[in-house]
């Protein structure tokens, strides 16, 4: 069973999703650029959220995207609107190790 919300420009908005028997619901947020891109999308169970953000180029093509687990992806086109390159930023160990080493004022390998 779903329950929806639609903008002026007929794009989803909000979605209520429970299952057959109605023992959960999962809601879903949505929000759109002036070009009808989804730019944002809440996902909420139980008190949880995900989040996933978008942004696009002039040509609607998705440039930038973080996902739910917060990882980061930038992208880069041709002029052919091929994607030529994706960089890529995760969170690592080494951020924590310089955090610490700053933070003690000392050398971390």
């Keep these: 069973m779903s329950n929806e919300k639609y903008d002026d420009k007929g794009n989803l908005t909000y979605e209520k999703v429970s299952d057959v028997n109605k023992s959960y619901d999962v809601e879903h947020q949505y929000e759109y650029d002036k ?3 989804e730019i944002l999308h809440i996902k ?3 008190g949880i959220c995900w989040i996933t953000k978008k942004k696009y180029d ?10 739910i687990n917060g990882k980061e992806n930038w992208y880069k086109y041709d002029k052919k609107n091929e994607q030529i390159e994706i960089t890529k930023k995760e969170f ?3 951020k924590l190790k310089k955090l610490i080493s700053e ?3 000392m050398e971390v390998e």
Aim: proline share 0%.
């Design 35 to 37: 070009n009808n891109n």
């Design 44 to 46: 909420s169970f139980e």
């Design 58 to 67: 002039e040509k609607n093509r998705v440039i930038y995207l973080k996902d």
């Design 92 to 94: 690592k160990e080494i």
């Design 103 to 105: 933070t003690m004022n």
